[in-house]
């Protein structure tokens, strides 16, 4: 991917969250630290970065427009007029798989009882904005695995129509979700097998992004 001005980047970041009732919801543990630390350093380079990001405690990094979201719906629905004019999508959020069938619009109480819950696939917002890219366009995203994570990336890589994927293995203490550091193993579709880490997710922001905007 090469431009003469800086290259327009837009990033997904953090969780989502998918809403049982009001006050419950499912998610998981993202932080949200690696998805900022690629913003932050790539608006340190000079690209435009815009960043939407799921439900995080984390300051809005310098230089860059944050896009405030929910759900995986919001998320998309967020990154869809975005999508086009960017130069390099890169989705580094946890999105939920999976999202209750049925809102509850009020409280559900606990009645003692077993409660059981229905839920359905949420929109694969990889998938959606990979398959409407253009010629220049580069797509990257984020395999976090406990298991297989090569294969798993490399699964992931064909079938979403990526160019690069950043695998990492989360059951790893110390690295990954809701951790100062990570290792990732960075895989591109023209056969690129990189490694780095374990590191500050800062200098693994770097690193990605010395490869992916080269």
Same mark, same amino acid.
Request: aromatic share 6%.
């Given at each position: ?127 959606? *904005? =990979?398959?409407?890219?253009? #010629?220049? !366009?580069? &797509?990257? %995203? +984020? ?50 097998? *990189? =490694?780095?880490?374990?590191? #500050?997710? !800062?200098? &693994?922001? %770097? +690193? ?7």
């Amino acid at each position: 991917m090469k431009t003469s001005t800086p290259p327009r980047i837009l990033l997904t970041a953090g969780p989502t969250r998918e809403h049982i009732d009001p006050v419950r919801f499912l998610s998981n543990g993202s932080s949200g630290r690696m998805g900022y630390a690629l913003a932050g350093e790539a608006a340190a380079r000079g690209c435009a970065v815009e960043l939407v990001s799921g439900p995080v405690s984390l300051p809005a990094p310098e230089g860059v427009t944050v896009h405030r979201v929910v759900s995986a719906a919001d998320m998309l629905a967020a990154c869809e007029p975005l999508f086009g004019a960017c130069d390099v999508f890169i989705a580094v959020a946890a999105v939920s798989d999976y999202r209750p069938r049925v809102f509850a619009p009020e409280k559900m109480k606990k009645n003692g009882g077993v409660l059981t819950l229905e839920f359905e696939p949420t929109v694969d917002i990889l998938k959606t *904005l =990979a398959a409407r890219k253009h #010629p220049g !366009q580069t &797509v990257v %995203g +984020f395999a976090a695995e406990t298991r297989d994570v090569e294969a798993y990336a490399r699964r992931k890589l064909e079938t979403k129509n990526l160019d690069w994927i950043v695998a990492n293995d989360v059951s790893r203490p110390g690295i990954g979700m809701d951790a100062a550091d990570n290792a990732v193993l960075l895989l591109s579709r023209a056969g690129a097998r *990189l =490694a780095f880490g374990p590191a #500050p997710k !800062q200098a &693994v922001a %770097g +690193f990605i992004l010395d490869h992916v905007l080269c």
